[in-house]
């Protein structure tokens, strides 16, 4: 798979230099953008479909005064928003201008579960924000279906299961990436413990959140009831929908920090070409 | 002077990358409202209608029932609650006593049923959730007169595709007349073993903030295909010339009429 050639580049520190390994074909990179693409567009159409409803409950029933997370806007006399309230199991925060009630077009305060700038289309319309999400999800299942796919033709699947000596080894391997160092030299040929779970951990999340959408569908709950049993209620599978949604928004933003910090440019490039500069240990060497 | 070069670059990626998410969302509000763009989403909908019905269709699938526990305290009414058409409050005055129900469209034996007479007719009873578009659910108890035998019973022709459902509520005030609300189900819908015509809710007459005297379930579909305070229903070959052409009320205004999602 590695193709190494020796390029001796000596420009300026961002440029990748060093061995030159061929890291992810162009299937894997074309999946990865795509997939990239249809997350944006997901997380901002399902933020606007949560609007419509800015609470969350537990089992099947909505239990309208007792939400698990609920989005509210405070109102004074005259009908005017003055505050956002955001209530987390019973725990009410002042959160105006985010959630509960943010500024809409018009620089007005105004009664919204997510602003505006995070929300496809920026207004409120659940109509048009199910329209995307449904057209990017049918996206994102073909795409990931691609890639899983690949992953057992090609045995890959293994790159991303640690063995045994790998996961006794998280604690040291957390310390190294604490102190911003990274594996070099042969150690970076394959992903390392850390790597390994975090993609596979997004692979587990990403079909969760399929089937979690899924079972909000009262058609597809007719076909297979199980999926209701499974995640204890179609609340309960909206309330997990959401939360592993910004469980890849947390994965997303590790991700382009780590991105940033480990070789902006090289992560780039092998990401765009597929070619990848491994820097070697100096202790090796 | 490297320094200043490194700080500038990464000022104009910041730059680019903040204008470039500006023009990303002015551009999906311009997408979303270009009808070439609707028209690429919308065969997300046809996707989906296409592989549920052939998930569901050979099946004939019932969506879950619920137990008498689950049932919820009090069902969240929704769109209309309590219609002031002219026609309809003297119809829920006289308490329903002289409404009726007018079956007729492309059947060979129109019909009009007293809710003495629909009570006549082969009905189900079923506890089950009502999944609202907006995100929420409630779980209710209903009984009512199982359309697939009503239709039936009228003799429908072949050339009949659809059931309109016609309702005596305006949800909304045009000058056109299409604030109406309406509905449209196929056939593979209206013969469905759950599908009903319901006039009880929780043991107890429709009250009218759920529908009354009449509303429709539907229950492998959201609860807006659930028309509620349903006047007449007719067989029709396409519903094209109903409202704005795209078979309900909602539908004409956005969503999808495939609803099972």
Redesign the interface.
Known sequence: MSSASEASVNVAPAVPRGRMIYRHTLLVRVTHWINAICLAVLL?SGLQ??N??P?L?RG???E?DKPLLAMTAQQDGGGSVTKGVTTILGESFTTTGVLGASRDESGQLSERGFPG?IT????Q????G???H??F??LLVLNGAVYVANLFVRRHLKDFLPSGRELRSIPESIWEHLRLHFPKGDAALHYNVLQKLAYLSVIVALLILVLTGLT??????????WL?SLFGG??SA?TIHFIIAFYLVGFVVVHIVMVLISGFLNNMISMVTGRYAIEEDRHEA | MKREAVLSRRQILARVALGGAALG?AG??RL?NSTQT?S??????T??RTV?RA??AP?D????E?GPA?I?PSF?PNGSVDPDDPDYVQARDERFINWKLDIGGLVDRPMQLSLAELGQMPARTQTT?H?????????GKWKGALLGQLLTAAGLKPSAGYIAFYCADTLEQTLDGTGKYYETIDLIDAFHPQTILAYEMNDKPLPVANGAPLRLRV????GYKMAKYVMRLEAIESFDKLGRGRGGF?ED????WYA??
């Open positions: 901002m479909i949560f419509a409803h609470a409950y099947n029933r909505s309208f700038w496809i289309p920026s207004y319309d659940l109509a048009t199910r329209r995307w449904f057209f999800a049918w909000m569908s009262p058609g597809i709950d007719a076909a297979f009831p209701v179609r609340q909206r | 969302l999906c509000d979303s609707r690429v989403l919308d065969a997300a909908e996707l989906t549920q998930l569901l099946r699938a019932l969506a879950p619920y689950d919820s969240k959730r999944d609202c578009v907006e995100g929420w659910s409630c779980i229950e492998r579909q959201l909602w205004r956005g969503y999808e099972g999602i």
